[in-house]
């Protein structure tokens, strides 16, 4: 019987991945002694990190990174996989995502601190407008803040908060840290006690695998919205306002997403009525939107009745322009938008300091 030489043992063991530098640089490592080519896909990069092999240990190090939560997976020879030394993994239509998480020089908002938390709550329903969901079924997480009345006399305002494509309706807990971001903020007197929704942003779970250049991505994206509005208006909303103590009118509800999401929250917020003609949401945030696939609103901004529109971008996002160029309509349609620009790209980083800006001017 063959002996595995210690030293190869011990280095195997050894190997730790990702490993985090003091000035936020990461050391990835994989073992992969028959490969020929291994490649570091690291959210935010335009072109993946070539790894150097040794003795059949390839690794990497990257440059000194934003804090916050990003997705990465290596490339083997052309094939995609996940970080085998790294526990945390995030599910995806789509893609594989080990995550890695930055902190920041000091508590970041989405970080977890000693502070009164409140409660995820996960809910599963029979979605009778959806298509693709197995057996019909599609889900929505809650979250209610610290100290949560269920039979308060005054409801607490809610935000419906929208995930992106190929992401599941934990995605903006689990990898954004919604819940803690609301703790901190709640806790510091900075964001007014909320009801947090998040659901599975599907109205056709067909184009949770697709992708932009793919030839009939802009149709199925564009009606997979519309369907999703339908969605969120009339199985979501009705079921959280029937389920917990939130506000039934329109100056309690605001809507908010990241890029698919923040392409619904544009659509289904400026292009949804009440009885009285105004939107169903005061409140409208839109972060890295898909806005090329956003309809302008029919209403114009001085009937509109919002109380705030709020639409963000990285700088470094490829969707940049196509937002300003959005908010240079509605503008000139008489809508009052406050227009935000912040360093990244289209990653969580981004996302959830949007969220921490946003969450802080709502109700």
Same mark, same amino acid.
């Given at each position: 019987?063959?002996?595995?030489?210690?030293?190869?043992?011990?280095?195997?063991?050894?190997?730790?991945?990702?490993?985090?530098?003091?000035?936020?640089?990461?050391?990835?490592?994989?073992?992969?002694?028959?490969?020929?080519?291994?490649?570091?896909?690291?959210?935010?990069?335009? /072109?993946?990190? /070539?790894?150097?092999?040794?003795?059949?240990?390839?690794?990497?190090?990257?440059?000194?990174?934003?804090?916050?939560?990003?997705?990465?997976?290596?490339?083997?020879?052309?094939?995609?996989?996940?970080?085998?030394?790294?526990?945390?993994?995030?599910?995806?239509?789509?893609?594989?995502?080990?995550?890695?998480?930055?902190?920041?020089? =000091?508590?970041?908002?989405?970080?977890?601190?000693?502070?009164?938390?409140?409660?995820?709550?996960?809910?599963?329903?029979?979605?009778?407008?959806?298509?693709?969901?197995?057996?019909?079924?599609?889900?929505?997480?809650?979250?209610?803040?610290?100290?949560?009345?269920?039979?308060?006399?005054?409801?607490?305002?809610?935000?419906?908060?929208?995930?992106?494509?190929?992401?599941?309706?934990?995605?903006?807990?689990?990898?954004? =840290?919604?819940?803690?971001?609301?703790?901190?903020?709640?806790?510091?007197?900075?964001?007014?006690?909320?009801?947090?929704?998040?659901?599975?942003?599907?109205?056709?779970?067909? $184009?949770?695998?697709?992708?932009?250049?793919?030839?009939?991505?802009?149709?199925?994206?564009?009606?997979?919205?519309?369907?999703? =509005?339908?969605?969120?208006?009339?199985?979501?909303?009705?079921?959280?306002?029937?389920?917990?103590?939130?506000?039934?009118?329109?100056?309690?509800?605001?809507?908010?997403?990241?890029?698919?999401? =923040?392409?619904?929250?544009?659509?289904?917020?400026?292009?949804?009525?009440?009885?009285?003609?105004?939107?169903?949401?005061?409140?409208?945030?839109?972060?890295?939107?898909?806005?090329?696939?956003?309809?302008?609103?029919?209403?114009?901004?001085?009937?509109?009745?919002?109380?705030?529109?709020?639409?963000?971008?990285?700088?470094?996002?490829?969707?940049?322009?196509?937002?300003?160029?959005?908010?240079?309509?509605?503008?000139?349609?008489?809508?009052? $938008?406050?227009?935000?620009?912040?360093?990244?790209?289209?990653?969580?980083?981004?996302?959830?300091?949007?969220?921490?800006?946003?969450?802080?001017?709502?109700?």
């Amino acid at each position: 019987m063959a002996t595995v030489p210690s030293a190869m043992f011990a280095q195997r063991t050894a190997l730790v991945s990702p490993e985090l530098h003091k000035d936020n640089s990461v050391t990835f490592r994989l073992e992969q002694p028959g490969a020929h080519e291994v490649l570091v896909a690291l959210a935010g990069l335009e /072109k993946p990190l /070539k790894m150097t092999g040794a003795q059949g240990v390839w690794s990497v190090t990257s440059a000194p990174l934003l804090s916050g939560t990003y997705w990465y997976s290596y490339l083997v020879d052309g094939r995609a996989e996940l970080d085998p030394l790294n526990a945390d993994v995030m599910p995806s239509y789509a893609y594989l995502n080990s995550v890695l998480r930055v902190p920041g020089p =000091g508590s970041e908002a989405w970080e977890r601190a000693d502070v009164p938390h409140g409660e995820v709550h996960r809910h599963f329903y029979e979605s009778k407008i959806a298509k693709g969901l197995p057996g019909g079924r599609s889900e929505y997480f809650v979250y209610t803040p610290p100290g949560y009345d269920a039979h308060a006399s005054i409801p607490y305002p809610a935000l419906y908060l929208l995930h992106g494509l190929s992401q599941g309706a934990a995605d903006w807990t689990a990898m954004g =840290g919604a819940n803690f971001v609301l703790d901190n903020l709640i806790a510091q007197g900075k964001a007014k006690p909320m009801v947090v929704v998040m659901p599975l942003g599907y109205g056709d779970l067909a $184009v949770a695998g697709k992708q932009p250049p793919e030839q009939d991505f802009g149709p199925l994206f564009v009606a997979n919205n519309a369907m999703f =509005g339908k969605v969120l208006l009339t199985e979501i909303v009705p079921r959280v306002e029937a389920e917990y103590s939130v506000a039934k009118t329109r100056d309690g509800r605001a809507i908010a997403g990241l890029s698919m999401g =923040g392409s619904q929250s544009l659509e289904i917020g400026l292009n949804s009525s009440g009885k009285d003609g105004s939107v169903e949401f005061a409140w409208i945030g839109a972060f890295s939107a898909a806005t090329p696939f956003v309809r302008q609103p029919a209403v114009s901004g001085q009937v509109s009745k919002l109380r705030l529109l709020w639409i963000s971008c990285g700088t470094e996002d490829g969707l940049l322009e196509s937002n300003r160029k959005f908010i240079q309509a509605l503008q000139k349609n008489g809508y009052t $938008v406050k227009a935000v620009e912040t360093p990244g790209a289209h990653i969580w980083p981004v996302w959830q300091r949007n969220l921490a800006s946003f969450a802080q001017l709502l109700f």
